[in-house]
């Protein structure tokens, strides 16, 4: 049906003056004329003002107000999609790479096989030193286990102090009840010398335990970086024989290689230690 260009003006401005009070009503009711024709304009939409208002009839499709909230209509998803595009995707944030063994301070050299001290002091005067990454993450190290022995030092004399103090409170506590005239137990303690001692050998294994745990994680982290005697192959450290004191167990495949005892690698462990402190002192 052929709407007259009047008759539709008048309408239209009908629905203009009543829009600021039922806007929502007036939106329901253009939506039967609009599925009748084309879709809207994609151009942006000018602001409405006095001389251009946006109900006016045009060689063109009249601009509709855009609403606050759009009223969905499911036969016509693919022109709402039309007429307001989706916002461009924003950028996803790229992985980063995996870390190189040269970016993430692991050395790539082989290790395992060094047995002797002038080998492992060129391998690390020509790498450690000249590795930022690795010396801040043996600082850490060093950092972390000076840390932890000052927290156990502490809790140990902490409780020194406890068990000090429980005497001097229960006397304290004798001295205000002979005050009063109240009776006093001589003989009653508050801990025996056994128990105060089986209390501090119960913190000190507590102790013990916590620190071969903190040393099993430094050599791991120090066989993580390659360092020379935390890497050693199994086969070149040889273990004494519990059926003949005088006899050591050998691996064939590397008799010709110079092996190191159990006393020996932990002597070169603890130098090599005493090195890298030296080495990555700030």
Request: proline residues 11%.
């Amino acid at each position: 049906m052929d709407y007259n260009a009047a008759d539709l003006s008048s309408v239209l401005r009908t629905l203009s003056a009543l829009s600021n009070q039922q806007q929502p009503q007036a939106q329901l009711q253009l939506q039967p004329q609009s599925q009748s024709r084309p879709p809207y304009s994609h151009s942006p939409e000018p602001a409405p003002t006095e001389d251009n208002d946006p109900y006016e009839p045009t060689e063109s499709l009249p601009q509709l107000p855009i609403p606050p909230k759009p009223i969905s209509r499911p036969q016509h998803h693919h022109h709402q999609q039309q007429q307001h595009p989706s916002p461009a995707p924003q950028p996803q944030p790229q992985p980063r790479p995996a870390p190189t063994p040269a970016s993430a301070g692991c050395i790539a050299e082989d290790t395992s096989s060094i047995t002797s001290w002038p080998s492992a002091l060129r391998y690390v005067m020509r790498t450690v030193a000249q590795n930022e990454d690795i010396q801040r993450r043996i600082r850490w190290l060093i950092q972390r286990q000076h840390d932890h022995e000052k927290q156990w030092w502490q809790g140990r004399e902490a409780l020194l102090k406890k068990q000090s103090a429980r005497t001097e409170k229960k006397k304290e506590l004798d001295a205000v009840l002979r005050s009063v005239g109240a009776p006093v137990d001589e003989n009653k303690q508050v801990s025996t010398a056994e128990e105060d001692r089986a209390e501090l050998t119960n913190y000190d294994a507590k102790v013990y335990k916590a620190s071969r745990q903190m040393s099993d994680a430094m050599i791991a982290e120090l066989k993580a970086l390659r360092i020379p005697f935390f890497t050693i192959k199994k086969g070149l450290v040889s273990d004494s024989d519990p059926s003949n004191p005088g006899r050591t167990t050998t691996t064939p495949a590397v008799k010709q290689q110079q092996q190191l005892s159990r006393e020996e690698l932990s002597a070169l462990q603890l130098r090599m230690l005493e090195l890298l402190q030296d080495l990555c002192r700030e």
